[in-house]
């Protein structure tokens, strides 16, 4: 396994490209950690797949360098990267058997029987596939056959990294969320560096020890799932993770004061610079209560989503989230609404721009 290191990384499909619109990866710095399990995170189009393709060696980059254990594989081809791929659709050999298929990447490299076997038969009671080991692949279910995919990926130990990409597409809902704590079980097991490349926010902080979250070409922050909760860097991040996502909400700052709404917002701690930005709070449902006193707002939805209750409400025109216990008020109802002080956050252009700490009001 290695440590991966991209270096000031720039990729434009154009070939003369003018302005940072033209990148479809802005620069990109980033280290991911030897054994390391990592999700790359975003919506369509944000760049993830550029970035797999140059990590595979599909792409080369624009400008910048990719680096494995601090050696340059820039110009390297895919086939002298020596990485694993587990695609969206299973790639699998249907006429073999599947203990075949977990043995091709093995045998393709002139490994001994006896080492196959031994990995053979990690991997498949891992990946519960014991009892299929003398199945043909043609007729297993769609997700058994993404399983021996994964096993392909996973069966060489010499890999510098597996790579996962969206590789849950296939399978059944109600089988996701069984191999997405399989995979993370499995990283534990296998230790190797691992990169795990999707848009859906449960799959990527399920895996990941460390979430990658891109945005527009950009990597907007790097934290584990906890981090990425408690204190988005930028609203992008506070509003992709959650459900609902953090509340951004329109404010204006003067002299160090927060308002929104017409009323002083009290934050976590001191503003740091924001003259002449764009300035929002940001606030998670999950830390807006319904009071006696705080900002008047209208009930406009309330949706009961199992364990809690959605309370979507409309203040000064801004619709604000709460997550409440219990049924909720009625819709139409007058209400007021109270921020955690300590969870409520500045952020200017959309990046964080209060600190955690003394609350200033
Ligand atoms: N071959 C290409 N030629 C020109 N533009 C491209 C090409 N491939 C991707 N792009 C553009 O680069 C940007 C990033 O695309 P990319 O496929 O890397 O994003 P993504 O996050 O993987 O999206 P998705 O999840 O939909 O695959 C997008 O604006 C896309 O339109």
Not at 10 to 17: F, G, K, L, M
Not at 131 to 160: E, F, T, Y
Request: hydrophobic share 40%; proline share 6%.
């Amino acid at each position: 396994m290695a440590k991966i290191t991209l270096s000031k990384l720039r990729h434009s499909y154009y070939p003369n490209p003018k302005s940072a619109d033209d990148y479809a990866l802005k620069e990109i710095d980033l280290d991911w950690t030897d054994g390391g399990a990592y999700a790359l995170l975003g919506p369509s189009g944000c760049g993830k797949s550029t970035l797999l393709n140059i990590i595979s060696g599909l792409l080369v980059p624009s400008e910048g360098r990719i680096l494995f254990d601090g050696q340059d594989v820039t110009e390297l081809p895919p086939d002298k990267r020596n990485i694993a791929q587990v695609f969206q659709f299973p790639v699998i050999y249907d006429t073999m058997t599947v203990y075949d298929n977990l043995a091709f990447p093995l045998r393709n490299r002139g490994r001994d029987e006896a080492t196959v076997r031994e990995r053979v038969t990690a991997i498949a009671e891992m990946l519960e596939l014991s009892d299929l080991l003398d199945r043909k692949a043609a007729h297993l279910s769609p997700d058994n056959k993404q399983k021996i995919s994964m096993g392909r990926g996973l069966v060489r130990q010499d890999v510098n990294v597996v790579m996962f990409d969206e590789p849950l597409t296939v399978i059944d809902p109600h089988l996701k969320w069984k191999l997405r704590s399989k995979l993370k079980e499995l990283h534990q097991r296998v230790r190797a560096t691992m990169i795990y490349v999707t848009h859906d926010q449960t799959e990527a902080l399920t895996f990941a020890d460390q979430v990658v979250v891109m945005q527009e070409g950009e990597v907007v922050q790097i934290g584990t799932p906890v981090e990425l909760f408690d204190r988005p860097a930028h609203t992008f991040v506070g509003h992709f993770i959650g459900s609902p996502g953090m509340n951004i909400l329109p404010a204006e700052v003067s002299d160090g004061v927060a308002h929104f709404a017409g009323q002083a917002i009290p934050l976590e701690g001191p503003i740091t610079a924001v003259a002449g930005t764009r300035t929002e709070i940001g606030i998670r449902p999950e830390f807006v209560s319904l009071g006696q006193s705080g900002l008047p707002a209208t009930v406009t939805k309330v949706s009961d989503v199992g364990r809690h209750t959605v309370v979507e409400c409309e203040v000064a025109g801004s619709r604000v989230n709460a997550i409440v216990n219990g049924p909720g008020p009625n819709r139409g109802a007058m209400v007021f609404l109270d921020f955690r002080r300590d969870q409520t956050r500045l952020y200017a252009d959309g990046w964080i721009a209060s600190t955690a700490g003394e609350s200033a009001t």
